[in-house]
C-alpha cells in the first residue's frame, strides 16, 4: 500500500454569520463538519457532490486559505494547522491549487514570465541564474510555447490560461495539488485536453491530485478513488469503480443516476432517481443524517441518529457508505416511499 | 501535405502593456471631458505660477506703504492694495504656493495614513478592521472644520500645524475608500492563488492588492485638494491658521473683511482665488472619476 500523503482527520469549517450592532456571532454555516479521509502518495481522489456541499472549502481549509474552525491535517507526517504562518508559507511548495476560473485566478497586469518569476521568486527553488530557463521548460511542459512568455494573460483562451495556472502550481514542484474545479469552466474538448495534461504531469512529476468537481464523467475517466459529499459531510468513500458501479448511498445514487447516458436506448435505460425538495441550509443543517429531509428511503430513526461511515461485508475494502439501511436497501429488504 | 497560407494579416508579435492601454484609454477619455481639461489646464498654470510667480512680482508681498493704502486696482497695483498698502497682485502670487503646499503635503499626509489604514482595515479584517473603522467614523462624526480646529488649537497656530490637521480630518475619507476596494480585490481568485504559493502579506499587499485600489485614491486626492484647501483657507480666515504676514489667501480675505464697504476688492479677490484654485481641482477630480469608471461610456 503506498503512503499516506495527506490525513484529513474531522475538519470543521464554520464561517460565523455577524449580525445585531456590536457584530456579534448570530449563527454559522457550518460548511464542512467533520470531514475525515485519506488521500495516498500518486493517486488522484476526487471529491464530488451539488453545490455549497462544502467540497471546494475542503480544498480551502486543507491549503489553510481560510483557516479551519478545527480538525487535523496531516501533510507527509506533518501537522499543517499547527505550524506558524511562516513555517506554513514555505510548507506551501509542497501543497499547490488550480482554481475554476481561469480569468480570475491569474493577474491580469502581470506577463506570463512574471507570474512564474513571481513563484520561483517566493519559494525561491531556482537560483535567479537559472530561471529563464525554467520558465520556459515550465512553458513546454504545459504545451505552452517559451516564446509567450512575455505575453499577457488576455492573449490567451480560458484553455491555455488553465495552463498558465497549472504552469504556476507546477513550477514550485509540489507534492499535491488541488485542483479546485479545474477543468469546469472549460469547453469540453479543451477540458479532456487540459484533463490529459493533467494525468501526464502527474505521471512524469509523480504528484498527488485532490481533484475536486461535479462532472461525474470527469471524476470518473480522472480518479483512482471519489469522496461523495452532502451538506458538510462525506456520505460515501470508495474506488472509483466500486463507487460508480456499486454506489450504497441513497445520494450517490441519486447523484450517479443523474449522469446522462451517450446512448438513451430502453436497454441502457437506467432508472433515474429524482429528490425531493432543496439542499437544506447549513447554518441550521437537518438532525440525525442530513440527508433524510429528501431520502426516499428516510425512517424515524435517521431523524435521529447520525450516520457513520461504515463497510459491509459485501462491499470493497476501503469502500464505505453513512446510510443506516445501507445492507438492507442493497438486499431489497427496505424499499423507497416513492 | 502541408501548404503555407499567407491570410494577409499582421499578426503583431507582442501586445502592448494592459496598464499602457489603460492609461493611453484613460488619456483619451480625459481629453474628451471639457471640465476635465479646463481643470487640469488651471492646475498645471497655478503650479507654474506658484513656481516662478514669486521672482517676477512687481512689489514685494510685505512690503507697506501706508501712503497708498486702500487703493483700487491700477495699471501700477493690478488688483489694488489692503489696508497696509500693501500689493495684493504680489500677496496673491506669493499666497499661491502656500495655498498648493497646503493642499498637497495635507492629502499627501492623508492619503498616506488613510491608504495604510484602509488596506490594513480590509485586508485582515476582524477585530483590527472593527477597530479602525470605529476609530474612523469617530473622526468623520465631528464636522471637518471642526476637528481641524481643535487639533490647531491643541498644536498651535501656524502653516505646518495646518497641514497636520487638514491631514488628519482626510484620512477618514482614504480609508473607508480603500477598505471597500481592497475587500472587493482580496477576493479575487489569483489573490488566493498567490498566497498559496507561500507569499507573506506584504507582498500581497503591496504588489497585488495597492496597484488594483490607485484608481480611486487619486480621484479621491484630487477632491481632496480642492477640501483642504477650502478648510485651510477656513481656519487662516479666523486666525488659526497661517499667521501674519503670511500672504494666505484666507487670512487676506479676514484682513479684508474689515473693509468691505469701503474697499470691497480687498476681501474679494482672494476670495476669487480661492474658490478658482478650489473649482479648478474639483472639475478636474470630476473629470478623472468620469474617465476612471468602467461604467460610463464615451
Redesign the interface.
Known amino acids: 500500500m503506498a503512503k499516506e500523503l495527506l490525513k484529513v482527520k474531522d475538519l470543521k469549517q464554520y464561517f460565523p454569520i455577524k449580525g445585531g450592532m456590536l ?1 456579534r456571532t448570530v449563527n454559522h454555516v457550518k460548511a464542512v463538519d467533520g470531514v475525515s479521509f485519506n488521500v495516498y502518495e500518486g493517486e488522484t481522489v476526487s471529491v464530488v457532490g451539488e453545490s455549497g456541499c462544502g467540497k471546494s472549502t475542503t480544498g ?1 481549509a486543507i ?1 489553510r ?1 481560510d483557516e479551519p474552525t478545527s480538525g487535523e491535517v496531516e501533510f507527509d507526517g506533518e501537522d499543517l494547522l499547527a505550524l506558524s504562518k511562516k513555517k ?6 509542497d ?3 488550480i ?3 481561469p480569468y ?6 502581470q506577463t506570463v514570465r512574471q507570474i512564474l518569476e ?2 520561483l521568486d ?2 525561491n527553488v531556482v537560483p535567479k541564474a537559472e530561471r529563464g530557463k525554467k520558465i520556459a521548460e515550465l512553458m513546454e511542459t504545459v504545451g505552452l510555447g517559451a516564446h509567450q512568455a ?3 494573460p ?2 490567451f483562451s480560458g484553455g491555455q490560461r488553465q495552463r498558465i ?1 497549472i504552469a ?1 502550481a507546477l513550477s ?1 514542484d509540489p507534492k499535491l495539488i488541488i485542483a479546485d474545479e479545474a477543468v469546469s469552466a472549460l469547453d469540453v474538448s479543451i477540458q479532456a485536453q487540459v484533463i490529459n495534461l493533467m494525468k501526464k504531469l502527474q505521471r512524469e512529476f509523480s504528484l498527488t491530485y485532490l481533484f475536486i468537481a461535479h462532472d461525474l464523467g470527469v471524476v470518473r475517466h480522472i480518479s483512482d478513488r471519489v469522496i461523495v459529499m452532502y451538506l458538510g459531510k462525506i456520505v460515501e468513500i470508495g474506488d472509483t469503480n466500486s463507487i460508480f458501479d456499486n454506489p450504497q448511498h441513497p445520494y450517490t445514487k441519486a447523484l450517479l443516476s443523474a449522469i446522462p447516458v451517450p446512448d438513451p436506448e430502453p436497454e441502457h435505460k437506467k432508472e433515474r432517481v429524482i429528490l425531493q425538495g432543496d439542499v437544506p441550509s447549513p447554518i441550521d443543517p437537518p438532525t440525525g443524517c442530513r440527508f433524510h429531509t429528501r431520502c426516499p428511503f428516510a425512517t424515524d430513526k435517521c431523524k435521529v441518529d447520525v450516520p457513520e461511515l461504515r463497510s459491509e461485508d459485501y462491499m470493497k475494502e476501503e469502500h464505505m457508505a453513512a446510510c443506516h439501511y445501507q445492507k438492507e436497501i442493497e438486499a431489497g429488504t427496505h424499499t423507497a416511499k416513492y | 501535405m502541408r501548404e503555407e497560407v499567407n491570410t494577409g494579416a499582421v499578426i503583431p508579435k507582442t501586445a502592448p502593456n494592459p496598464t499602457l492601454v489603460k492609461l493611453t484609454n484613460l488619456w483619451k477619455k480625459l481629453i474628451k471631458n471639457k471640465s476635465a481639461v479646463i481643470g487640469g489646464i488651471l492646475i498645471i498654470l497655478f503650479i507654474l505660477i506658484a513656481f516662478i510667480g514669486p521672482h517676477f512680482t512687481p512689489f514685494s508681498p510685505n512690503t507697506q506703504n501706508t501712503v497708498n493704502k486702500l487703493a483700487t486696482p491700477s495699471s501700477e497695483h493690478w488688483f489694488g492694495t489692503d489696508h497696509l498698502g500693501r500689493d495684493i497682485f504680489s500677496r496673491i502670487i506669493h499666497g499661491m504656493s502656500i495655498t498648493l503646499y497646503v493642499g498637497f503635503f495635507s492629502v499627501l499626509i492623508g492619503t498616506t495614513i488613510g491608504v495604510v489604514l484602509g488596506i490594513i482595515s480590509g485586508y485582515y479584517g476582524g477585530k483590527i478592521d472593527t477597530v479602525i473603522m470605529r476609530l474612523m467614523d469617530i473622526l468623520l462624526a465631528f464636522p471637518g472644520i471642526l476637528l481641524a480646529l481643535a487639533i490647531v488649537s491643541v498644536l498651535g497656530s501656524s502653516t505646518e500645524n495646518l497641514i497636520i490637521a487638514v491631514g488628519i480630518f482626510s484620512i477618514p475619507v482614504f480609508a473607508r475608500i480603500v477598505r471597500g476596494s481592497t475587500l472587493a480585490v482580496r477576493k479575487l481568485e489569483y489573490i488566493d492563488a498567490i498566497r498559496a504559493l507561500g507569499a507573506n502579506d506584504a507582498r500581497i499587499i503591496f504588489l497585488h492588492i495597492l496597484p488594483n485600489v490607485t484608481s480611486p485614491i487619486i480621484v479621491q486626492a484630487t477632491l481632496s485638494i480642492a477640501t483642504s484647501i477650502l478648510t485651510a483657507s477656513g481656519l487662516s480666515f479666523i486666525g488659526m491658521g497661517a499667521q501674519p504676514p503670511t500672504p494666505e489667501w484666507g487670512a487676506m480675505l479676514s484682513d479684508g473683511r474689515n473693509y468691505m464697504w469701503d474697499a470691497p476688492h480687498v476681501a474679494t479677490i482672494p476670495g476669487i482665488a480661492i474658490v478658482v484654485v478650489v473649482l479648478a481641482f474639483n472639475l478636474f477630480g470630476d473629470g478623472l472619476r468620469d474617465a476612471l469608471d468602467p461604467k460610463m461610456k464615451n
Not at chain 1, 506554513?88 to 511548495?93: D, H, P, S, T, V
Not at chain 1, 480570475?104 to 497586469?109: D, G, H, K, T
Open positions: 457584530g480551502r491549503l486559505l506554513m508559507r514555505k510548507k506551501r511548495k501543497l499547490q491549487v482554481f475554476q476560473d480570475a485566478s491569474i493577474n491580469p497586469r513571481e513563484a517566493i519559494q512575455d505575453r499577457f488576455h492573449e495556472g504556476r514550485v
